[in-house]
């Protein structure tokens, strides 16, 4: 296993994901990390992430000894260069034209670093992005590529398998960074690539039986991928021991809560209670018009009624939730400053120590898409493990205003004639996010001979990566008169359609 050190780079987590889609498993680490424990956790090799920072900088992060005391191969990126530079006896120098974006590199010399990809003389397109660069090389490194800006791109000592770019092979925008990062990981440290999710979910298997023993685990399902994964995996590690609540707060999308019950007691046999709560929450939404009260009265209502459910099942010892690995990662941060909240998004965190439960995380070592390829392994349908994500507070935060049946109805009417245009266009997997809004205005309009006075929605489409930013996504204009006309004739009570074309930020993704 390889384990990368963060040095707070935006990236980092990127570095992660090319280690392990090629097959190898790693874990991203602060770089003020414990050296005793870094030396226990005994990587076979160490990635060195990029900074903000300078290696001028007062308070510069330093790479722990250990680093180098270990005698594994390490490969530092921009900063993670930079810092290794200076600590072995090299120079870095600011210089006055600082490197952004894509750049050229020069192979000068063959290293094992690049072997079989790229030899002398070869251009690379990189990513470039760096203030600083390495001016004098410490003694027994080399430089086997260079760049107009970096003339040190690619360092190595090899005697002692230390290697250094000065670009960020991560990034999409060095086309073959996977490339050399899979070099790095094969070739230099020697690992064989056999980390799959096929033995991913073998080894979680075995490691969920080791903690549970016959206790049993409760698991909340909402319907979306990280909940169904971890509860199917669960449930192919200890069967009937694993009971699942769904809870339905009657705000999801048309027809999905029906497919939850479906799938998890129809088709995979699992033990689910399925608790229809929609008149206890809508009871509670009534007349609310605050997007954060409508947060705030939702996440309550949940943990209460599944405490409810987990009690009449005469409790349990463990819990099991569906967090990932962006959530566990410790990150470092040079902004500092108080941060803001802009929405309290729900979550059931607090539930646990009410509870008195352990927790059962098997997803909480992996990102995103990885957890969709386990839930493939698990033959758990397309339809749930490819679903664009939903926010816990569903579709009452995508009607501003009070939320009440009939306008919940209205929504869950449009939304499903745009998601299935979307589906039908084959653009649903190209779309981070897709969702219809009911807008609180009626607006005039004529239909055949008469005037209608109705309620007016919107659309909504992003590309995104992390949900952090987000971009319109371009429908052609077709699409949308299309959608536009099925909506206003096949939805009565709605009779004019807006698409919303605001990226984030602005603005949010949602519309509270
Ligand atoms: P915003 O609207 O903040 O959304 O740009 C970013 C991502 O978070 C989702 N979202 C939520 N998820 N509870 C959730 O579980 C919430 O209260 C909540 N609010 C927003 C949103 O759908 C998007 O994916």
Known sequence: RILILDFGSQVTQLIARRVRESGVYCEIWPFASDEARIAAYRPRGIILSGSPASVHDPDAPHIPDIVFALNVPVLGICYGQQAMCQQLGGLVETHEHREFGRAFIEIAEDCALFRGAWSRGHREQVWMSHGDRVTKLPPGFRAVAWSEGAPNAIIADEGRRLYGVQFHPEVVHTPHGGALLRNFTHEVVGCAGTWTMAGFRDMEIERIRAQVGPGRVICGLSGGVDSSVAAKLIHEAIGDQLICIFVDPGILRAGE???????????????????????????ALAGITDP???????????????????????????????????????????????????????????LPERMKMQLVEPLRELFKDEVRALGRELDIPESIVGRHPFPGPGLAIRIPGAVDREKLDLLRKVDAIYLEEIRNAGLYDAIWQAFAVL????????????RTYDQACALRAVTSTDGMTADVFPFDFGFLNRVASRIVNEVRGINRVTYDITSKPPGTIEWE
């Open 439 to 450: 807008l609180p205005v009626r607006t005039v309009g004529v239909m055949g001979d008469g």
């Open 257 to 283: 809560a029906e497919e939850v019950v479906r799938t998890f007691r129809g088709r995979f046999n699992i033990h689910l209670v399925h608790r229809d709560a929609s008149d206890l929450f809508l009871g």
């Open 292 to 350: 954060e009260v409508k947060r705030k009265t939702i996440g309550r209502l949940f943990v209460e009624v599944f405490e409810e459910e987990a009690a009449k099942l005469g409790g349990a010892q463990f819990l099991a939730q569906g967090t990932l690995y962006p959530d566990v990662i410790e990150s470092v941060s040079f902004t500092g400053g108080p941060s803001v909240t802009i929405k309290s998004h729900h979550n059931v965190g607090g």
